[in-house]
T-cell receptor, first 116, second 111 residues
């Protein structure tokens, strides 16, 4: 068990550019989550996958955001036409989803995005 | 709507003193409750969780939390704080397949 990994750890970009982040979950986990965390706040849910299916998206996830998990393993989060308000820490988490209820999520170190 | 409140934005304690971080939640059904800790530049680490059963839950690093349904609370405690405990602490509630986090409490430890 190597834990959840995220790449890159830091990204600085100019307003209007596209960025893509990658998350590799714990290998046996079937659920993968994306969160956004701004300074002084708790993480906010963005979206999650069960295997390759995207099951829910928050209204925080505007049309400029898209997430994929094509083979049910790693996931990517893309932000198009970045805005300064997108500057935040993007956290990925994974879990082994059970039949019902909320399972324990394990978090990666995050990708810190700065939009200039 | 489901929510989590952490009334204390920032707490300072002396090393060796006891600690209690408060958490209140709003959720209609039986909650799944979590405490996570985040150190600077680090990801979130799970301290403990409550799903059912004994309302006093033991976690890692000497932390414990008590679920009180009547007060909708899940306070985190530690009998003796170490300087390495300085971090941001997040209480969270599981709702369906999502986790809703509180705003966090920042803990400073005075040597």
């Amino acid at each position: 068990d190597t834990g959840v990994s995220q790449d890159p750890r830091h990204k600085i970009t100019k307003r209007g550019q596209n960025v893509t982040f990658r998350c590799d979950p714990i290998s046996e986990h079937n659920r993968l989550y994306w969160y956004r965390q701004t300074l002084g706040q708790g993480p906010e849910f963005l979206t999650y996958f069960q295997n390759e299916a995207q099951l829910e998206k928050s209204r925080l996830l505007s049309d400029r955001f898209s997430a994929e998990r094509p083979k049910g393993s790693f996931s990517t989060l893309e932000i198009q036409r970045t805005e300064q308000g997108d500057s935040a820490m993007y956290l990925c988490a994974s879990s082994f989803g059970g039949v019902e209820g909320t399972d324990t999520q394990y978090f990666g170190p995050g990708t810190r995005l700065t939009v200039l | 709507a489901q929510s989590v409140t952490q009334p204390d934005i920032h707490i300072t304690v002396s090393e060796g003193a006891s600690l209690e971080l408060r958490c209140n939640y709003s959720y209609g059904a039986t909650p799944y409750l979590f405490w996570y800790v985040q150190s600077p530049g680090q990801g979130l680490q799970l301290l403990l969780k409550y799903f059912s059963g004994d309302t006093l839950v033991q976690g890692i690093k000497g932390f414990e939390a008590e679920f009180k349904r009547s007060q909708s609370s899940f306070n985190l405690r530690k009998p003796s704080v170490h300087w390495s405990d300085a971090a941001e602490y997040f209480c969270a509630v599981g709702v369906s397949d999502k986790v809703i986090f509180g705003p966090g409490t920042s803990l400073s430890v005075i040597p």
